[in-house]
Nanobody, 122 residues
Framework: QVQLVESGGGLVQAGGSLRLSCAASGGTFSTYTIGWFRQAPGKEREFVAA????????YYADSVKGRFTISRDNAKNTVYLQMNSLKPEDTAVYYC???????????????WGQGNQVTVSS
């Protein structure tokens, strides 16, 4: 079983940047796809980005493509989400999750972190 902990969120002005981290323990981290999801107030949780176990394949939601970059360091059991050119509509709680497939469907992911707040002010 994999335990996931997100960090790096906070308050930033529109146009700014933040980097989220997802640190894993337990299980075999390097065999898992890691996905990032977000949930804004009053909205359903949505897919943001995912990265394959090797890091060679990535997948982004259209809304973040070109602004966000997902990467991983298997030696540190950590996945990163670099978020640039942030917009107020990026405000949400961000979650990382683990699965064995590179997919965007949240129901496929077996393990979830507790979430980390990102707030973008206008």
């Amino acid at each position: 079983q994999v335990q996931l902990v997100e960090s790096g969120g906070g308050l930033v002005q529109a146009g700014g940047s933040l980097r989220l981290s997802c640190a894993a323990s337990g299980g075999t981290f390097s065999t898992y796809t890691i996905g990032w999801f977000r949930q804004a107030p009053g909205k359903e949780r949505e897919f943001v980005a995912a990265i394959s176990w090797s890091g060679h394949s990535t997948y982004y939601a259209d809304s973040v493509k070109g602004r966000f970059t997902i990467s991983r360091d298997n030696a540190k059991n950590t996945v990163y989400l670099q978020m640039n050119s942030l917009k107020p509509e990026d405000t949400a709680v961000y979650y990382c999750a683990a699965d064995h497939r590179l997919v965007k469907e949240l129901d496929s992911y077996d393990y979830w972190g507790q979430g980390n707040q990102v707030t973008v002010s206008s």
